[in-house]
Nanobody
Framework: QVQLVESGGGLVQPGGSLRLSCAAD????????MGWFRQTPGKQREWVAW???????SYTDSVKGRFTISRDNTKKTVDLQMNSLNPGDTAVYYC?????????WGQGTQVTVSS
């Protein structure tokens, strides 16, 4: 079993930055593809970014150039640095771990971008 705990969410002004972190309780973290998703009320959960154990990354178009996903395989963490935030980024952000056909989700952390 895998347990994921997100942190770092909060209220930020448009144009500001936040750094989210996800701590993974897993025995073989380096084998997991880690990702960030986000969800607002009434909408489908949206993929934001993923990163492989070898640090290959991918991003959804709306966050390219603004968000950076990274991981530390020793600390078993994955971070999402979010810059130039806008109100469209407001959502609950979820950490996801994927390996061997299994998917695990964190509890989510709220990000609100507002003046």
């Amino acid at each position: 079993q895998v347990q994921l705990v997100e942190s770092g969410g909060g209220l930020v002004q448009p144009g500001g930055s936040l750094r989210l972190s996800c701590a993974a309780d897993v025995s073989a973290f380096r084998f997991y593809v880690m990702g960030w998703f986000r969800q607002t009320p009434g909408k489908q959960r949206e993929w934001v970014a993923w990163i492989t154990g070898g640090d290959s990354t991918s991003y959804t178009d709306s966050v390219k150039g603004r968000f950076t996903i990274s991981r530390d395989n020793t600390k078993k963490t994955v971070d999402l640095q979010m810059n130039s935030l806008n109100p469209g980024d407001t959502a609950v952000y979820y950490c996801r771990a994927h390996y061997a056909g299994k998917i695990y989700w964190g509890q989510g952390t709220q990000v609100t971008v507002s003046s």
